[in-house]
């Protein structure tokens, strides 16, 4: 029986079925790569801040 399974069974619209997701596939990847890229920016950019001597003001404090 799931030996039937395949892109046959799935009609006239097989192609624009596979396309779609495809797609949709394609969209994601760019997404995720996108943001890892982003990240590492962000990282290299903070990094470089903190090296001149600039902090996060999320970064706790000494108390006077």
């Keep these: 029986m799931l030996a039937n399974f395949?892109?046959?069974t799935l009609g006239p619209y097989a192609g624009f079925i596979v396309a779609a997701y495809g797609a949709?596939?394609?969209v994601i990847?760019?997404?995720i790569a996108w943001i890892i890229i982003d990240?590492?920016?962000q990282r290299?950019?903070?990094s470089d801040l903190e090296a001149r001597g600039l902090s996060r003001r999320s970064a706790t404090r000494e108390t006077r």
């Design 6 to 8: 395949g892109i046959g």
């Design 44 to 46: 290299r950019t903070l």
């Design 24 to 26: 949709a596939f394609a």
């Design 39 to 41: 990240h590492r920016a």
């Design 29 to 31: 990847s760019t997404l």
